[in-house]
């Protein structure tokens, strides 16, 4: 029988850009996706697994190999008494759905990361952070499916690498699939301490104050509304994979070649990190640049958004130009932050 051919992956990305997969399998329990990807593995077949497509760059051509949905559901939440929790949540849980829950169950910690859009299993991955939180600083665990050695492991936090936007299972490409996220909470309704000034100034409030968690949400969602980082089908600022660039991370000489205006933050072992919205803004990139069906959002100079009609092409040249510029006005080159598929920079 010959399988149906799979429909574009750009139905399943939030640039809604790429071609179709050679074939696609949709899977709902844990063991079916190890079956699922120890046997593409066994027969050689490259193999994408995909969440909710939110931080992928998928060639116009497709994928040749697999594309495994992941969709596997369930939490588990363990009550250690003395106020501490575990709860482990499967891959294919929606994030926001389940920090929603955090919120409602009174676990802190995760609030600041409302509105992101994607699937938990997905967010070890880059260590998904915002408004001053990381996933790193809640997770206990997270457990996987090791494709190298085919078998099972469970990384506990200090094992799993976290850095800025990155982890071991982000450096390690096509060997860890992720099965579980394990979270510890501490409960109340109380936000942990607020730490990014931006949300402090909207909450009208002083860096470190703690404030019922619904309200830290709603002002986080508000602040990504403004920033077209909350996904709205009608919005096609929001039609992008978030971010496009990292903010880059310096070392004590480069920093010091950097304008004195340029925003910095210390990022251990005299490093500094700037701001990759502010190099492209000072490039001549502002919010909207570009005539094409890809373009900087109007909204914010860091995502490059599909207006309708774009195609992969069209986003990689537009993110050559802008990683360009910056090099040539300030000899630092950007990083992508979402994941390339058969598409190169
Ligand atoms: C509007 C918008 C706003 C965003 N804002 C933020 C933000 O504030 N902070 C932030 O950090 N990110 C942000 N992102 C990026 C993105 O939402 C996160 O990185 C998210 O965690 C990706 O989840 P996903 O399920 O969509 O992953 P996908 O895009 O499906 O996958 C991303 C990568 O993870 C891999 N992967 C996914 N699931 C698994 C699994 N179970 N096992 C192994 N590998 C897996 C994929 O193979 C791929 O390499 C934003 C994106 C958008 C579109």
């Given at each position: 029988?010959?399988?149906?051919?799979?429909?574009?992956?750009?139905?399943?990305?939030?640039?809604?850009?790429?071609?179709?997969?050679?074939?696609?399998?949709?899977?709902?329990?844990?063991?079916?996706?190890?079956?699922?990807?120890?046997?593409?593995?066994?027969?050689?077949?490259?193999?994408?697994?995909?969440?909710?497509?939110?931080?992928?760059?998928?060639?116009?051509?497709?994928?040749?190999?697999?594309?495994?949905?992941?969709?596997?559901?369930?939490?588990?939440?363990?009550?250690?008494?003395?106020?501490?929790?575990?709860?482990?949540?499967?891959?294919?849980?929606?994030?926001?759905?389940?920090?929603?829950?955090?919120?409602?169950?009174?676990?802190?910690?995760?609030?600041?990361?409302?509105?992101?859009?994607?699937?938990?299993?997905?967010?070890?991955?880059?260590?998904?952070?915002?408004?001053?939180?990381?996933?790193?600083?809640?997770?206990?665990?997270?457990?996987?499916?090791?494709?190298?050695?085919?078998?099972?492991?469970?990384?506990?936090?200090?094992?799993?690498?976290?850095?800025?936007?990155?982890?071991?299972?982000?450096?390690?490409?096509?060997?860890?699939?992720?099965?579980?996220?394990?979270?510890?909470?501490?409960?109340?309704?109380l936000s942990a301490p607020?730490?990014?000034?931006?949300?402090?100034?909207?909450?009208?409030?002083?860096?470190g104050t703690r404030l019922?968690?619904?309200?830290?949400?709603?002002?986080?969602?508000?602040?990504?509304?403004?920033?077209?980082?909350?996904?709205?089908?009608?919005?096609?600022?929001?039609?992008?994979?978030?971010?496009?660039?990292?903010?880059?991370?310096?070392?004590?000489?480069?920093?010091?070649?950097?304008?004195?205006?340029?925003?910095?933050?210390?990022?251990?072992?005299?490093?500094?990190?700037?701001?990759?919205?502010?190099?492209?803004?000072?490039?001549?990139?502002?919010?909207?640049?570009?005539?094409?069906?890809?373009?900087?959002?109007?909204?914010?100079?860091?995502?490059?958004?599909?207006?309708?009609?774009?195609?992969?092409?069209?986003?990689?040249?537009?993110?050559?130009?802008?990683?360009?510029?910056?090099?040539?006005?300030?000899?630092?080159?950007?990083?992508?932050?979402?994941?390339?598929?058969?598409?190169?920079?």
């Open positions: 029988m010959v399988e149906p051919t799979p429909p574009p992956l750009a139905e399943l990305t939030t640039l809604r850009l790429g071609g179709p997969p050679k074939r696609l399998v949709e899977v709902d329990d844990e063991a079916g996706l190890v079956a699922e990807v120890a046997a593409r593995d066994r027969a050689g077949e490259p193999v994408l697994v995909l969440g909710g497509g939110s931080n992928v760059v998928v060639a116009d051509g497709g994928f040749d190999g697999t594309a495994v949905l992941v969709r596997s559901r369930g939490v588990q939440v363990a009550d250690h008494g003395g106020g501490g929790l575990t709860v482990t949540v499967a891959p294919g849980e929606d994030w926001d759905a389940f920090v929603v829950r955090a919120i409602d169950e009174g676990w802190r910690g995760v609030e600041c990361l409302s509105g992101i859009p994607g699937l938990c299993g997905a967010v070890p991955m880059q260590n998904v952070g915002a408004y001053g939180q990381e996933v790193a600083d809640s997770i206990a665990s997270v457990h996987t499916y090791d494709r190298k050695h085919q078998r099972q492991v469970t990384y506990a936090a200090g094992d799993c690498g976290f850095g800025y936007r990155t982890s071991r299972f982000k450096r390690e490409p096509d060997r860890h699939l992720i099965l579980g996220v394990t979270f510890q909470f501490a409960r109340g309704d607020l730490a990014y000034a931006e949300l402090a100034r909207r909450l009208d409030a002083p860096i019922p968690s619904a309200e830290v949400r709603a002002a986080v969602l508000d602040l990504r509304r403004g920033k077209g980082m909350l996904l709205d089908p009608a919005d096609h600022d929001t039609w992008s994979a978030g971010s496009f660039f990292t903010n880059p991370i310096l070392d004590a000489t480069a920093a010091g070649r950097l304008p004195t205006d340029a925003p910095r933050w210390p990022a251990g072992d005299d490093r500094v990190k700037t701001s990759a919205a502010w190099l492209i803004e000072r490039s001549g990139f502002g919010k909207g640049y570009g005539t094409g069906p890809v373009r900087l959002s109007t909204k914010h100079t860091l995502a490059l958004t599909n207006r309708g009609a774009g195609t992969t092409a069209d986003l990689l040249a537009l993110a050559r130009e802008i990683r360009d510029g910056v090099a040539a006005r300030f000899g630092i080159v950007l990083e992508n932050e979402p994941v390339l598929v058969g598409a190169e920079l």
